[in-house]
């Protein structure tokens, strides 16, 4: 053969392998075109329609009422086929709910009630108005705000996960394939380079983001090397941390970005690898999530996006779900396979990496849900996009559940390196009125409190773990004045004994013993001593535990004695507690200057710790008193401070 | 009963390059010592107690939680009794507990055999029955061919499996962090005070049943107690929390 036709013949063969590609790409995309559905209706920012937020919060504080009552006033004026009514997913502000947006001018009413409905729909629905007296308020001016996008909460945000939570019915496949959805999975399977899309995801710098911050590209990179008869994909949305709900609004507003980014991850996987299979790990304690990804999964099968052959592209992967039943430790990757296994959530050491050895003992990749949604806007906007967010070791955005003693509580997604600060106080509005900053928890407990001085603290997964906290999964709770530091450490120290899988006794034990000493602490009987056993126990606990449960597990006692020792030597040498929270420490008592006698606390006590005449000043009798708090919540005077100090103690002491 | 030392001394009578042979040929039976390891590296033995009973109940637990698979648990035909009554333990357990219907039980059995696995088992007979029935345990171990051991074990692992009967109202009290820091413990307590039963427990008349769930994930709404599967109340007090509970008690005996 001469150099000349032999040249010939590589270009005939690559330009019959362009043409290969060319029509595979055709086909994928033609497939894609045809999943959609026509007929549905699909939300969009300038239709008119009214969008009711369907998440947890919403639901808890009446959204079915308010949906019952829009629709009833809707078909009484004959509107119901001129105004869609959409049930989105969590719009994140949850503080606020039930929350109700009109389209398409983006009017936001919160905190409804039914009877409200009458009045907007007359004056926002049928004419062009606003009913000010139900709009948002501006935390500080006090200004009224129409609409979604003059509100700092949601304007001040980046959302990339949660871009088209609040947008589209999570009930509709057509929604979140007429919003671009599943265009990446399509781009992914025409290239049908698997080596690519980790190169990409790699390239993007995305971080696991359950809590340790593992490169999401590097884990696929290393499933796909180790051997096995299959590989598993796994979405890890057993979101135990108290106080954290990202996971779960991400998978009730959007579920379908989660199963397109596991498709996708399958995809990088197991492609010219071997056969590939999901799991959804979810928590029960999620019913709406469940049901919604339970749908999203049907719907995605139907359509050709899930199951064998996924969009004609000869590529099969498809995911089960499977509910966790109130493990905490169950989060942990091989706590996790073992679960779904059947067997009781205990970790084994990790010597042997769940990429090599996971589910059944194959080949296993484990992301968080965040991780997961992040992955079709890579694939979409390429890695460079991502990159360019965040900071030079994280990248991308974050979500945080802001809870706690915040004006503005709920979902804020924000980019790394963004301040602590700018978070709780430009997003979050501050403290509550006459409240101030106390600290922030931050990584639920796993993580730690940071005071107001960590407030600048730029948010990345290093920086966090420097300050002693960690990124943990993203819940973040403010506290105030009003919550007792030791109190704090020690709720977060028996959530973890209690949630201790028992198989390693410095886990089992030490976490029991150090929660011990934390009680005699509160109990106003700690010794100095005390807290040096309680730094080196905490020390043996991190050094000598299997899993990262117990390697954590100290960390909020630990934060509290760096940033807040002198609250806790104030419990142990003057036996005070300055928050007022440690019962053996307070007592209550009546400001008689300031009682009114009204009775309402005579009512409202549960043991009739409490006498005194009507209009003069009631006694506390401390015998009786079992500091229930209730007295002093209905107390509409504040009458009845609460005393800490030494003598509470004695008196404690002597009942 | 468990053995990790391969079969005692069975050395020799193995095939010589069969897998097994591999492994034993690894030990030294009298040191009880595995060759060609460093200094200190010993076998596992089991416990005896003084009346040379072994202490091992063979509950499984080390075999499954060895992280290189060195433990297997064998039947042992040198110990063919258990050191307790099994029929009389379980007749003992099955006492306490109501009659259940076994009729409701064949869906949880269909979906077993559909190929759901053992806490999916778990889920549904809990939504049929509000808890998991010994006998309900005792019929999944038989379906799905698991020892009764390894059945209970899960099931009393994971703490949203109840092992006992619940009350018409189950009220869950939400101690996720926003709820503690707005007052949660104080919430329990006015609730368990109201009902005179401590958390995790049922009222003697069998309506209310008091748990505490880890968080709901409603923490704008904290303290948040939530009654039955979809009744959540949020922003409650001490104060609020008794009138609820005496608004329920109201609406079962009218006074």
């Not at chain 1, 001040?156 to 394939?177: M, T």
């Not at chain 1, 067997?343 to 990790?350: E, L, N, V, Y």
């Amino acid at each position: 053969m001469s150099p000349r036709t032999s040249g010939n013949g590589k270009d005939a063969r690559k330009a019959s392998a362009a043409t290969a590609a060319g029509k595979r790409l055709g086909r994928i995309e033609q497939a894609l075109k045809k999943a959609a559905d026509k007929s549905a209706y699909i939300a969009g920012d300038d239709k008119a329609e009214i969008r009711i937020c369907a998440g947890t919060a919403c639901h808890a504080s009446g959204r079915v009422a308010l949906r019952e009552a829009l629709e009833k006033d809707l078909a009484a004026r004959g509107l119901s086929d001129k105004i869609a009514v959409v049930e989105t997913g969590c719009h994140g502000f949850c503080e606020e709910g039930p929350i109700l947006v009109v389209r398409p001018e983006g009017l936001f009413y919160p905190r409804l009630k039914p009877k409200d409905i009458a009045e907007i729909v007359e004056t926002s629905v049928v004419g062009d108005g606003v009913v000010e007296r139900l709009l948002y308020k501006h935390p500080q001016t006090g200004e009224a705000l129409a609409h979604e996008r003059d509100i700092p909460f949601y304007s001040l945000q980046q959302r990339i996960v949660l871009s088209l939570n609040g947008k589209i019915d999570p009930y509709s496949i057509d929604d979140y394939l007429a919003h671009g959805g599943y265009t990446g999975l399509a781009r992914v399977l025409a290239q049908d380079d698997p080596e690519a899309v980790i190169d990409e995801v790699e390239r993007s710098g995305l971080r696991g983001r359950g809590g340790a911050g593992f490169p999401t590209g590097k884990k696929w990179r290393f499933c796909r090397a180790n051997p096995g008869d299959v590989h598993y994909v796994i979405c890890n949305a057993d979101e135990g941390d108290p106080g954290a709900f990202m996971d779960r609004s991400v998978l009730e507003g959007n579920p379908h970005a989660v199963i397109e980014g596991m498709v996708i991850a399958a995809f990088a996987i197991g492609r010219g690898v071997g056969p590939v299979s999901g799991y959804v790990y979810v928590r029960h304690e999620y019913p709406f999530a469940v049901e919604r990804l339970r749908n999203a999964l049907v719907q995605a099968r139907e359509r050709g996006l899930l199951g064998e052959d996924i969009l004609g592209s000869g590529f099969d992967f498809d995911i089960r779900i499977n509910q966790g039943a109130g493990a905490f430790v169950c989060g942990e990757s091989t706590a996790l396979t073992l679960s779904i296994e059947g067997h009781r959530g205990m970790p084994r050491g990790k010597h042997i990496r769940t990429v090599a050895h996971g589910l059944r003992g194959e080949p296993t990749n484990l992301n968080n849900v965040e991780s997961y949604a992040n992955v079709p806007w890579i694939v979409l906007n390429g890695a460079g996009a991502l990159a360019a967010k965040g900071t030079a070791t994280s990248k991308g955005t974050k979500i945080f559940s802001l809870t706690g003693k915040v004006v503005n509580g709920g979902l804020v997604e924000v980019p790394m390196g963004a301040t602590l600060r700018h978070v709780i106080f430009d997003i979050g509005g501050g403290m509550l009125p006459g409240r101030e900053f106390k600290a922030v928890q931050l990584g639920g407990p796993s993580g730690g409190c940071l005071p107001a001085e960590s407030l600048d603290t730029e948010i990345d997964f290093e920086s966090l773990t420097a300050a002693g906290a960690m990124m943990g999964s993203g819940g973040m709770v403010v506290v105030d004045d009003t919550t007792c530091m030791v109190d704090f450490a020690k709720f977060f120290l028996k959530f973890t004994a209690e949630e201790s899988c028992g198989k390693c006794v410095p886990c089992r034990v030490g976490t029991t013993r150090m929660l011990e000493i934390l009680e005699r602490i509160t109990a106003g009987e700690g010794t100095t001593a005390d807290i040096e056993r309680l730094e080196r126990l905490a020390d043996d606990v991190i050094e000598g535990s299997l899993c990262q449960l117990g390697g954590s597990a100290p960390n909020p006692v630990l934060t509290t004695l760096r940033y807040f020792r002198d609250e806790v030597m104030e419990h142990v040498v003057n036996r005070r507690c300055p928050a007022r929270v440690c019962r053996p420490l307070i007592r209550y008592t009546i400001d008689k200057d300031a009682c009114t006698g009204c009775h309402v606390c005579f009512g409202a006590c549960p043991t009739a710790a409490i006498s005194g005449e009507r209009k003069q000043a009631h006694i506390i009798d401390q015998k009786l008193c079992i500091k229930c708090d209730t007295c002093r919540q209905v107390c509409k005077f504040d009458a009845i401070p609460v005393e800490t100090g030494v003598l509470a103690v004695a008196e404690g002491r002597q009942q | 009963m468990a053995r990790s030392d391969g079969g005692n001394g069975k050395r020799g009578t193995e095939p010589k390059g069969s897998a097994l042979y591999e492994v034993l040929k690894g030990i030294d039976f009298e040191k009880r010592e595995l060759l060609h390891k460093a200094k200190g590296v010993g076998l596992f033995d089991l416990v005896k107690e003084r009346d040379g009973r072994y202490r091992c109940y063979a509950c499984t637990l080390c075999e499954r939680s060895c992280p290189v698979d060195c433990i297997e648990i064998d039947f042992c035909p040198e110990f063919e009794e258990l050191p307790f009554d099994v029929d009389l333990e379980r007749a003992a357990a099955k006492a306490l507990q109501p009659e259940i219907d076994m009729k409701l039980f064949d869906d949880v059995i269909a979906r077993i055999r559909e190929g759901s696995g053992l806490i999916e088992a778990f889920h549904t007979t809990q939504e049929t029955y509000g808890y998991l029935p010994r006998q309900a345990l005792e019929e999944i171990a038989g379906e799905m061919r698991l020892p009764f051991s390894r059945v209970f074990g899960v099931a009393s692992f994971y703490s949203q499996f109840r092992l006992t009967p619940v009350g018409k109202f189950v009220i869950d009290v939400c101690m996720g962090t926003a709820c503690h820091v707005a007052g949660a413990p104080l919430v329990v307590e006015a609730i368990a005070q109201e009902l005179e039963v401590p958390v995790g427990e049922t009222t003697a008349d069998g309506l209310f049943t008091l748990q505490t769930v880890n968080c709901v994930g409603a923490c704008a709404l904290a303290p948040v107690v939530r009654v039955g599967a979809d009744d959540t109340y949020g922003r409650v007090g001490p104060n609020e929390a008794r009138k609820l509970v005496r608004k329920l008690r109201k609406l079962e005996v009218p006074s």
